[in-house]
């Protein structure tokens, strides 16, 4: 069983920047492939970004085309820690910001149904 506890959210002025932490727990999180996702009131929940393992796939990179260029995805294994750093935030990146860890697999994942384990959210508000 692995837990994913998410921090860093907050307040922030359009333009400006916030990084997402999602420590977890279990000594195998190395080899989960991870991702954030996140909703908005109203919406259903949406893919932001993945990463795969290091060992399997390099650590290889997915973004979605509304965050591509400005979040980036990133792991410390040995910290059993991703971030997302998340630059010229605007508005409408104003959601639940959720970490997602998978049991296994090669490459990158993009869709809610493809992770087992989910954290409880941390809520980021960017205003105008």
């Known amino acids: 069983q692995v837990q994913l506890v998410e921090s860093g959210g907050g307040l922030v002025q359009a333009g400006g920047s916030l990084r997402l932490s999602c420590a977890a727990s279990?000594?195998?999180?190395?080899?989960?492939?991870t991702g954030w996702f996140r909703q908005a009131p109203g919406k259903e929940r949406e893919f932001v970004a993945a990463i795969s393992t290091i060992i399997w796939s390099g650590g290889s990179m997915s973004y979605a085309d509304s965050v591509k260029g400005r979040f980036t995805i990133s792991r410390d294994n040995a910290k059993n820690t991703v971030f997302l750093q998340m630059n010229s935030l605007k508005p409408e990146d104003t959601a639940v910001y959720y970490c997602?860890?998978?049991?296994?697999?090669?490459?990158?994942?993009?869709?809610?149904?493809?992770?087992?384990?989910w954290g409880q959210g941390t809520q980021v508000t960017v205003s105008s």
């Open positions: 997602a860890a998978r049991k296994y697999g090669s490459g990158t994942w993009t869709e809610v149904e493809h992770y087992d384990y």
């Open positions: 279990g000594r195998t999180f190395s080899t989960y492939p």
